[in-house]
């Protein structure tokens, strides 16, 4: 079973109006509308860059029913999408943005109304942590549990309670703040108790407009974070950049605990400079306990200006072996070990009750998210129902 354990569905309303204004993405104005409109006269019908823009105008059901056409073309059977809380991002000025409940709401809805059109687990739902959220641990603990702000907060699922929920976190210290922030130990404490994984930006670079913020999501805080919490399943995506300070810190830290990995997602240095990077990748599928940490993910669609969900993947499987400057070939094994034993694993994946075909996942194992969390592939529940950039 393959597994992409890192996209988005969030819309564009989830992002500061700030963003937005600086890099022509309100689609609310009029003359970003009318570039927008060009850019689609202009370029061909079928780049990637028009599909990336016409994902703007999409909601975040629309856009997780295009994810999932995307995965059948890859032949991708489950993805994680990771949702986003930029309400507070300090470098854009925080607010404007879609209300958290809401997309929170809209998220479990679009996961309910593709897993439901497919009769299995398609999508695997991570909730944003920001210590700077009021009740942020009530708010995250409450939504892993299968109560989206239970208690804490009166917004409903339309049709009175989902019994789908996220399965994981998602931490973006880039928003402004460090991981190591107390505000989230109890968020931490509750996913090592239970297995739930959480994944971490963990790149010197992002969102565009950053720079001054990039620093925070440097893996030394990990550091801290797991002195106290050694047992957490813990993903520091992307792996920053080939060869930079931040890797060794990484790999130190895949090397010390029992639940660290990192990811492959976003990274445009295999385009750019296939050698050294598929090399990179290679050495770290053959090195001890590395080669079991490394998570396959795309980051769609915040590169899909670039690549498409099937595209991505085959820079792993044929382009790196094919072109000329790069010829780095990985073996099957390899592959199978990245995109679908390492992923099952993290995400602490039911293989038999997750698989083609399951209807609904009955009873509860102690210790396994989806179970605790009551997944998803209900016949009945909620009917169904907008950015680019954050990695
Ligand atoms: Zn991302």
Redesign the pocket.
Known sequence: MKINC?C?IFSLDCVPLEFRKRFVLDVKNSVHRFIHRLLRIILPNDSNLQAWIDLLDLSISEIAHRLVQEMDEAGMDISTP?MMDMEFCKGFGGGATKSFQVQANETIEAVESVNRKYGRTRLYPFIAADPNREGVVDIVIDALKGGVFKGVHPVKSPKGGSQAAFHGVKIYPVMGFTPDDKRLYPIYEYCMDSGIPITAHCENGGIPGLDDYYHLAHPKYWGIVLNDFPGLKLNLAHNDRTGSPWQPVIADLIMRYPNVYTDC??DTEMMFIPRKYFRSIKQMLNTPKIQDRLLYGT?WY?GRCFWTEKSYLKWFTTYSRRIPWCRVEFTGEEIKRMTEDQGEIYRGGDKENDGRQSREIPGVQLKNIEMRAGIVVSTQGAGSRKLPF??
Do not use: A, E, N, R
Request: glycine share 0%; proline share 11%; aromatic share 12%.
């Open positions: 890192h988005h990771l997602s976003y980051d915040m954050p990695k």
